[in-house]
């Protein structure tokens, strides 16, 4: 099974932390930084090779990470020049991808099994599989539902229940024919092309521990939590 985990962004919204080193390789806990915990629970989950997109400080990150072999794993790399979106990058390797393959942020921490997540979007036929989380959002307003200038609907404070994506994804090789590689893609332009196509992408569904580390209190939170969910998130790794 191979991966490619997308490592080039610049971590703006995580700075301090971000300005001498790339998001995947900030510290969790005392030993351990985000991308090395990732590559150990792709190898215990029996991924064998990962392609790993760099742009940002990518030379940090290949020098921290090297060929893979102290995780079981064969490790290559993707060099984006210039950004080119979420998805953008696999456009760069496109040749050398497998048939279907798993794609991943660089910067998540998850009990998520992704070798199920693969294996799921192999045998569903879907062009792209989103693993999804369930959040819920607390309004601190009244809200109100107008129709021709006068109010007909009232919640006091509502809550809203959506299902977001956890950056994690089971993607065919022949779903990115007919984009241009070098120039820009993002998730959410491939996302309503498969929509306008006819040819929904498949939702895994997920309910344990994901944590997005995109801001320095989710990188705070990450830390807190870390020494007690560290068996969690390394077991068998």
Known sequence: MHAVILAGGKGIRLRPYTTALPKPLVPIGDRHAILEIVLRQLAASGFTSCTIAVGHLGHIIRAYVGSGTRWGLSIDYATEENPLGTMGPLLTMRDRLPESFLVMNGDILTDL????????????????????????????????????????????????????????????????????????????????????????????EFDGYWLDIGRPDDYDRANAEFTTHQSLLLKGA
């Open 113 to 204: 099994d992704f070798a199920e997540v693969l294996g799921r979007h192999r045998t569903s036929g879907s062009a792209l599989t989103i693993a999804t989380y369930a959040r819920k959002v607390h309004i601190d307003f009244g809200v109100l539902t107008t129709d021709a200038g006068r109010v007909v609907g009232f919640a006091e404070k509502p809550s809203m229940d959506y299902r977001v994506s956890m950056g994690v994804y089971g993607l065919s090789r022949d779903t990115l024919d007919g984009y241009t590689a070098g120039l820009p893609l993002g998730f959410d332009e491939l996302v309503l092309d498969l929509l306008k196509a006819g040819n929904p992408p498949g939702a895994y």
